[in-house]
């Protein structure tokens, strides 16, 4: 097992209370960094301008009831007893929430679904799809594609406000541990020390991010946890120094209180009450990393006390001080003892960064996953751990995050601005997490509609009361996420209906396995040596740019590969069913298909890899197939319906082979573009599964020398053995023999270059959408040689030209 980020693809078997306790030690810097420095801001925000701090303490008391029991029905119950049970395979976030409802209901709008996909390992429902009866809301959802598309645009919502969140947490979390420096320096120095001190911080945690998480990471739950011992120990300080008493504002009766007294400011102050929940979304999203039963120990036993602890610490403080020259100094360092506040301070910077480190990893993370399902435009992904899954940096949006959270740090200059914004970004989430939930509890636990609207309308609307609170503080800093959300919410609508439309065009005009098979005669087709990879997102037919290239360059490699890298409503697939091979023509035209699935938290392969399993993913192949005819060969009513079975038919057959260190099996799909299919019968499975080590029926192992990028394969006697059909086991050897010269020869990787434009007579807004947004992101973001990791060298692009 994995300890230091632990998870993955971990076994089920319930963990040990060791594994589990080192697994809530970890969590504490990668989880709870956000969630633990709220305490810097919290109360600075909800006092800044709409509410004074007064005499008879009725404001600060019913701030701090709101507090409490806003943590207590959020994180505990909503997030950590309710939210965290919704998981895909022990990965959450929002991505996992709509996997889980795509799997259990046909609401995906991802076009190259396919029957083989449902029979992947990790693809695990509920109950069976057979014996569950369907809601109406299924019914619904289903029936009505508005409805699927509204589901989709709920999901890039709370993705935008996530990468907004990315953007505006550094920015409010360092300036706020930074702004400690207030009580150390004169009223004119203030300005000129704060601000640029956040902002070289800010610069320098930007800079690091290129390094991966891990080499530091080791550092962070020590910080953290400090830091949660520290905020404890200033709070228990402060409840005995100043008032014991200070608990019985824990009284829900103290929120009704204080409403009632304050009114409508007393609402608008909502804004910067809902800040105590910034990061509870994290504990959900950064489930895959940890466990349910870990993150559930770290924080029922030491985050939500430390917190608590915390707001009532400062509560007591100032309910024994009033004396303030602006309202702004009511905050976390004004409760903290003169004697220590420097380390304090020191402190809270360290805390802030572990924090904001937290919400950039899992910007990218989500920004990744948003590629996985074509909702985002491409670019160059960086894995910067070998041993941790899915420890990522993205150049691209690094930067830009770094110039945008230096933006913000400068332009608004105080908690106020940063906390409208950041406060609107995490409520719009929630609220989008709870929607989905209550989706899940239909549809994947199949609970009474009931139930899953009394989640709705409970928790739907304490985050309403916060999300309206949020929304009226537009013109004070709420505008911010808004348009970050309008900006992002358009590249990725654009790129998505861009890329369904192109892969719908690519359907349309692909051409068949007969015209592919009569090609040679009629231009004089000549086969040279080599590997050629024909890059498509189709799972049958031959693509149109194929079809280009090759009526204008009558030739191609003697070994032609059809390959589509497609991604499945899993988090992760396995490598032993990562690969679907299968035949494009007979044996002698040398041509198949392969179809390589990933999850969307899966780690993409660099190319060398790649292009070494996939030549032992053919050769075996080539071997379980040579068996397969060979078992048709020896019974007459296989062999007449073998003979009779049209070309078309043989192409859908594709055969699932595992890499060369893992199972081998073999199982024949009737695969069909369609979304779904109606009978769950028409998957067979025709070989079992089989140990390809240590029992002499190795398939076709294979010796690899990556300098020479030569294979050499042993085959099995089984194959070319006597009493096989005729002339089989030549065939194969003959297979192999070609498959081993071509890959010797050399690789090439035929990728389209696209264009894309709209037909004459389209909508002003389709063209501007197409002609201009998708061409201008098209040119400036990565192409998918760059995506695809394919090497300069061996590329090859053909020209294409689609019109929508």
Request: one cysteine or more; glycine letters at 6%; hydrophobic letters at 45%.
């Amino acid at each position: 097992m994995d300890l230091e980020f632990g998870r993955g693809l971990r076994s089920p078997k319930r963990d040990s209370w060791k594994t589990t306790l080192l697994l809530a030690y970890q969590s504490l810097g990668v989880v709870y960094g956000d969630l633990s420095i709220s305490p810097l801001y919290v109360y600075k925000s909800t006092f800044a301008e709409d509410i004074q701090h007064s005499e008879t303490n009725e404001e600060i008391f019913g701030v701090l009831s709101f507090v409490f029991w806003t943590l207590t029905l959020i994180p505990l119950i909503k997030y950590v007893s309710i939210v965290l049970r919704a998981d895909d395979n022990g990965e959450g976030g929002t991505f996992a929430l709509y996997s889980l409802i795509c799997r259990h209901a046909n609401v995906s709008l991802l076009p190259n679904r396919q029957i083989a996909d449902e029979e992947l390992s990790t693809y695990k429902l509920e109950c069976p799809p057979e014996i569950t009866d369907k809601s109406r809301i299924k019914v619904w959802l289903e029936k009505h594609r508005k409805l699927r598309i509204a589901l989709l645009i709920m999901v890039m919502i709370g993705t935008c406000m996530v990468i907004g969140d990315g953007v505006l947490t550094p920015a409010i979390s360092v300036f706020s541990a930074v702004s400690g420096l207030e009580f150390s320096l004169s009223k004119d120095h203030r300005e000129y020390a704060v601000i640029p001190i956040t902002c070289v911080i800010l610069a320098f945690l930007f800079a690091l991010q290129h390094y991966g998480t891990h080499r530091v990471g080791f550092l962070f739950a020590p910080i953290v946890l400090a830091w949660l011992f520290c905020m404890s120990a200033v709070g228990l300080y402060n409840i005995i120094h100043w008032n014991p008493q200070v608990y019985q504002a824990l009284n829900p009766y103290y929120m009704f209180k204080f409403l009632k007294k304050t009114r409508k400011y007393g609402w608008m102050s909502l804004g910067g009450i809902l800040l105590c929940m910034t990061g509870s979304e994290a504990m959900f999203a950064d489930l895959g990393h940890f466990s349910y039963s870990a993150i559930q120990l770290a924080f029922t036993c030491l985050v939500y006390p430390a917190l608590i602890l915390a707001y009532m610490g400062q509560a007591a403080y100032l309910s024994k001080h009033h004396d303030f020259y602006s309202s702004s100094q009511v905050g976390f360092y004004i409760a903290v003892p003169d004697r220590i506040r420097w380390p304090v301070l020191i402190l809270a910077i360290l805390a802030s960064v572990v924090g904001s480190q937290a919400i950039i990893s899992g910007t990218f993370s989500i920004i990744n996953q948003s590629q996985s399902l074509s909702c985002f435009p491409r670019v160059k992904v960086v894995h910067t751990s070998e041993k941790i899954h899915g420890q990522i940096y993205i150049p691209e949006i690094n930067w830009l995050l770094m110039i945008l959270c230096i933006a913000v740090t400068v332009g608004f200059r105080d908690t106020k601005h940063m906390g409208n914004a950041s406060g609107l970004a995490v409520i719009t989430v929630m609220l989008v997490t709870t929607f989905l939930t209550s989706l899940v509890i239909v549809l994947c636990w199949h609970r009474p509609p009931l139930l899953a609207f009394a989640f709705l309308l409970f928790f739907g609307s304490i985050e309403a009361l916060y999300f309206s609170a949020s929304l009226i503080k537009f013109l004070e800093g709420a505008w911010l996420p808004i348009l970050l959300a309008f900006i992002l919410m358009a590249v990725m609508l654009i790129w998505h209906y861009t890329t369904i439309k192109k892969y719908e065009f690519d359907l349309h005009n692909k051409v068949t396995l007969e015209w592919l098979l009569a090609l040679g005669d009629k231009l004089g087709m000549v086969r040279v040596p080599g590997i050629g990879l024909v890059y498509t997102d189709l799972t049958s037919g031959v693509p149109a740019n194929f079809s280009r290239f090759v009526t204008n360059l009558p030739a191609f490699h003697r070994v032609l590969v059809f390959v589509c890298v497609k991604s499945v409503p899993v988090p992760h697939v396995l490598n032993a069913e990562r690969y679907l091979i299968g035949r494009v023509g007979p044996p002698g035209h040398r041509s198949y298909r392969c179809i390589v699935r990933y999850g969307y938290r899966d780690v993409h392969q660099d190319v060398d890899s790649f292009e070494t399993e996939l030549v032992e993913t053919l050769a075996t192949f080539i071997k379980l197939d040579a068996s397969y005819r060979c078992s048709e060969a020896s019974d007459p009513d296989e062999l007449t319906e073998a003979m009779v079975e049209p070309a078309g038919e043989r192409e859908r057959r594709l055969t699932v082979i595992a890499s060369s260190n893992t199972l081998r099996h073999r199982a024949s799909y009737d695969l069909q573009d369609s979304a779904r299919h109606s009978s769950p019968a028409s998957t067979t499975v025709e070989m079992q599964a089989r140990a390809a080590a240590g029992n002499g029926d190795d398939g076709a192992a294979a010796e690899i020398s990556p300098e020479k990028k030569q294979v050499r394969f042993f085959i099995d006697s089984h194959v070319a053995s006597p009493d096989a059909a005729a002339g089989s086991g030549k065939q194969v050897e003959e297979e192999l023999e070609a498959l081993v010269a071509a890959r010797e020869a050399g690789t090439a990787f035929i990728l389209g270059h696209s264009h894309v434009q709209c037909k004459p007579g389209s909508s002003v807004l389709k063209r501007l959408a197409v002609d201009v947004g998708y061409n201008f992101l098209r040119r400036n973001c990565r192409g998918p040689d760059v995506a695809l990791r394919v090497p300069p060298a061996s590329l090859l692009e053909v020209g294409m030209v689609y019109v929508l």
